[in-house]
């Protein structure tokens, strides 16, 4: 397979990935998932943050074993009664916005399946995030580790641990959320999805930060 370096980037997969996300992949033809790292704990890869009634809630997947271990060997921990909290989660925080009821089961089948790696788990709900965005990007995976691959890396490079401000690919473009009078940004991608339907694409489109648009 040919790829094209310029219109290629390559990243983690993320869990239910924040909108900055997926702003960092605009305008991306290809988009390569590291298949060949470690798992590392405290990062996106097993959390997301939806909006509830009074609070940002951090949804967390939780898995056998650990940091230091390959991420694609990293199996999910079906004893803990985590699907019935996030699907239960993600219904009291999106269940009356406009979309919800187009979205909602194509998820749910996801975690009703149970994929036993989180690494499966990521790649089904990452290629339904772009789907429902209308992303034409195409995913692949990487077939090893390369340090430097001449790509987009963005490895390593969204993390929860430092405000998305710092790192200037996102910026903040207001949608109405279902919850509270000040807007929360950069949430996991479902909460625009939720909200805004087909408009959702066009949001991050405009959320991509531009040279233009950082601070000099």
Wanted: aromatic letters at 12%.
């Amino acid at each position: 397979m040919k790829i094209d370096k310029g219109s290629t980037v390559i990243t983690d997969l993320l869990y239910l990935p924040p909108i900055e996300y997926f702003a960092a992949i605009e305008g991306k033809e290809t988009l390569m998932i590291e298949g060949h790292d470690n798992y590392q704990k405290q990062t996106y890869r097993n959390r997301a943050s939806i909006r509830l009634a009074n609070k940002v809630e951090h949804l967390s997947v939780p898995v056998k074993g650990g940091k230091g271990r390959p991420f694609r060997e990293i199996e999910i921990d079906y004893e803990q009664k985590w699907v019935n909290i996030h699907l239960r989660g993600i219904k009291s925080a999106y269940g009356k916005a406009a979309f919800f009821e187009y979205f909602f089961p194509y998820y749910e089948s996801v975690f009703e399946r149970r994929p036993t790696r989180l690494f499966d788990l990521n790649l089904e709900l990452l290629t339904l995030c772009l789907k429902f965005l209308q992303h034409p990007v195409r995913i692949v995976v990487s077939t090893e580790y390369q340090p430097n691959v001449g790509f987009q890396d963005l490895r390593g490079v969204i993390q929860p641990k430092e405000s998305y401000e710092v790192r200037g690919i996102y910026r903040p473009v207001p949608y109405m959320q279902l919850f509270g009078l000040d807007f929360v940004p950069n949430l996991s991608v479902i909460d625009l999805l939720f909200c805004e339907g087909p408009q959702a694409g066009r949001i991050i489109s405009q959320s991509k930060k531009t040279i233009e648009q950082s601070p000099e």
